[in-house]
């Protein structure tokens, strides 16, 4: 890794390979959570148990790797007493680490409700999952490349991409909500693909976190711009508190 990446040489080269190590295990961490969302959607589409079991099971590495990287931190600041940019550098290690945590687990869950849905004949609308998969795995690739090339307009458009996503959510959303309302047999399927579409929008939001993380790893300041959400996501959010309801009538 480049001087780039790691805030410079310092005097004393031990610390420098400290920041460096920090950096590659957050580069590791976003391959493993990369890793688990793209095999959490092939177990969905593909109906395959023994791959949504081990998207579960390995989980575990995740955490095991951001317990790691919190002690790595833990250590740089306790010990190397790190300021300006290496300062920042800590920080967003931290940071990010814990949003990465947080991606894996949505994968988890993914996988967990493909399991539950295997028990039941498919569902129509799970059509357009593996498509919001694609979205946000590209925006994870890219924003873990911004992060290794310290690439703040490549954060930037990933922090833009993600209004996409909540637009594919809201679509997803309201086809479930007439699909279970035509047919009430659907219900408990077609709920278990909302949690789904609902944690991949989840970790677009976590994916957004981390870019916004980056843009203050180099400047050292916040984005100024409001979180990109548009007026459809608006209304899936007005909507959740209703959908119980209109159910239990369709019912």
């Known amino acids: 890794m480049s001087d780039k990446a790691t805030g410079g040489d310092h005097i004393v080269r031990s610390y420098d390979e400290?920041?460096?190590?920090?950096?590659?295990?957050?580069?590791?961490?976003?391959?493993?959570?990369?890793?688990?969302?793209?095999?959490?959607?092939?177990?969905?589409v593909t109906r395959d148990p023994d791959l949504a079991a081990r998207v579960v099971e390995d989980d575990d590495k995740v955490d095991d790797l951001?317990?790691?990287?919190?002690?790595?931190?833990?250590?740089?600041?306790?010990?190397?007493?790190?300021m300006a940019r290496d300062l920042r550098?800590?920080?967003?290690?931290?940071?990010?680490?814990?949003?990465?945590?947080?991606?894996?687990?949505?994968?988890?869950?993914?996988?967990?409700?493909?399991?539950?849905?295997?028990?039941?004949?498919?569902?129509?609308?799970v059509h357009a999952i593996p498509r919001m998969g694609r979205m946000v795995m590209s925006m994870m690739k890219n924003v873990i490349d911004a992060y290794v090339e310290h690439d703040v307009e490549k954060a930037v458009a990933v922090w833009h991409a993600d209004e996409e996503v909540d637009e594919m959510y809201v679509s997803l959303f309201r086809e479930l909500l007439t699909y279970m309302m035509e047919d009430a047999r659907r219900i408990s399927p077609c709920a278990h693909v909302l949690f789904v579409a609902k944690n991949i929008e989840r970790i677009g939001d976590h994916v957004t976190n981390i870019a916004e993380t980056i843009y203050f790893l180099v400047h050292g300041d916040r984005m100024r711009e409001t979180r990109p959400r548009g007026?459809?996501?608006?209304?899936?959010?007005?909507?959740?508190?209703?959908?119980?309801?209109?159910?239990?009538d369709s019912g």
């Open 18 to 44: 400290e920041l460096e190590q920090l950096n590659n295990s957050i580069i590791e961490m976003g391959g493993l959570a990369e890793a688990q969302i793209e095999a959490a959607i092939q177990a969905l």
């Open 66 to 82: 951001n317990l790691d990287i919190d002690n790595q931190a833990m250590r740089l600041l306790a010990l190397r007493q790190p």
């Open 89 to 125: 550098n800590v920080v967003a290690a931290l940071k990010i680490s814990s949003d990465l945590e947080r991606i894996a687990d949505y994968a988890s869950n993914m996988a967990r409700r493909s399991m539950a849905l295997n028990e039941d004949s498919p569902v129509r609308p």
């Open 231 to 248: 007026r459809s996501t608006e209304w899936s959010l007005s909507s959740d508190a209703e959908t119980a309801e209109r159910l239990k």
